[in-house]
């Protein structure tokens, strides 16, 4: 009886907690809402999502944690609250590689969250189309996977696009072999992205041999492809499996178990310091000895950290160059400030891509 009675007081307590929660997130919408109306009062506008505020209030949630959840857990929380509130004026608009089931739809509701207006394209090229043009707020693409290393598409669109990088994700990547084939010994075909492909070669290699390995434009289109082709599989995130009707035969099939794939947030903003920020440059060299020498000198001089350096064809001429370079801090620091107008005077082409808050998880 006493353990009942305790029972039923601990019962009591969640239920006030959960009461008084509902009221404060209540109080937190409505506050919202007046945020946004005082913003589109104002003479410019304003943009109702600021990527640089959001990576704030969620450093600010991972520093106040005491446990026991865990910083993640929190984040995501937060994440779906302040999406929640937002989507009140409206749901952002978010262009990815789809169709529905891809790891970049599983990335946009990881850094937006469930209350936003996810919208598949069938290229990386159209999400940066989509964007350019105000149909979509704002892009996810993939940059780089840190098995296969660079996404050369995404580099190549940022030589022509006037669109900035204005947030990072890293998203821990977990490989499925699906099928309506039970026996994987009678699987003849394995359909996935060349991506994805490469990231589980070797399981392939050991379980698999005898499979023709055939590349499609995403996992989920991969998934499609198996739920219509006999004896096939397909290589995807377990929620395509549920989507398209397979089973998933294993799991966690990927070569490396810190396999994770960076994806970048394109837009049109230009962001404001967060507090701990990254910033992406595109450099082209004059062509000299020592040129990417050069290049990295007054980064060095000026203190500025490089995190990433990836170097791809300019397409303005045979054997010609241009770096794409990774750097810690934000354009406006007065170290990196004084790295660019260095920058400025000894290379042929600079361009910020952006200045964005580091990744949150």
């Known amino acids: 009886m006493d353990n009942k009675i305790d029972l039923s007081k601990l019962r009591d307590k969640i239920d006030n907690i959960d009461a008084t929660i509902q009221e404060l997130i209540s109080q937190r919408a409505s506050i ?147 099928s309506r084939t039970i026996d994987i010994n009678e699987i003849t075909t394995v359909f996935s992205h060349r991506q994805s492909l490469a990231q589980c070669r070797g399981w392939l290699k050991e379980n698999i041999p005898h499979a023709e390995c055939i590349p499609v434009s995403s996992n989920a289109e991969a998934a499609k492809r198996a739920q219509f082709t006999d004896h096939a599989a397909a290589i995807a995130g377990i929620s395509a499996a549920t989507m398209y009707g397979l089973e998933v035969l294993h799991q966690e099939i990927e070569d490396r178990s810190d396999n994770s794939t960076r994806f970048l947030v394109i837009g049109k903003q ?34 500025v950290s490089m995190k990433r350096i990836e170097s791809r064809p300019s397409k303005r001429g045979k054997w010609d160059y241009v770096f794409f370079i990774d750097v810690d801090g934000h354009k406006d620091d007065e170290n990196m400030a004084k790295a660019l107008r260095m920058l400025e005077r000894i290379t042929t082409k600079l361009k910020v891509l952006g200045s964005y808050p580091k990744s949150v998880t």
């Open 32 to 178: 919202a809402s007046s945020v946004a109306q005082t913003k589109a009062k104002s003479k410019s506008g304003g943009a109702f999502y600021r990527p640089e505020r959001e990576a704030q209030v969620l450093r600010a949630v991972k520093a106040r944690n005491d446990g026991p959840l865990k910083d993640e857990t929190l984040v995501r929380l937060f994440r779906e609250i302040m999406s929640a509130c937002l989507a009140q004026q409206k749901p952002l608009n978010i262009a990815y590689l789809g169709p529905a089931g891809t790891f970049s739809e599983m990335a946009t509701y990881k850094y937006f969250g469930h209350s936003v207006s996810a919208m598949p394209v069938t290229s990386i090229d159209s999400v940066f189309a989509e964007v350019e043009a105000g149909i979509a707020d704002f892009g996810m693409v993939p940059v780089e996977n840190s098995t296969e290393g660079a996404v050369n598409n995404t580099l190549d669109m940022f030589l022509s696009s006037p669109l900035k990088i204005c947030g990072e994700l890293d998203l821990p990547i977990h490989h499925n072999l699906m």
């Open 270 to 303: 230009v962001l404001v310091p967060s507090g701990d920020d990254k910033t992406s440059l595109l450099v082209a060299a004059k062509d000299q000895p020592g040129a990417l020498f050069h290049i990295l000198q007054p980064l060095n001089d000026c203190g």
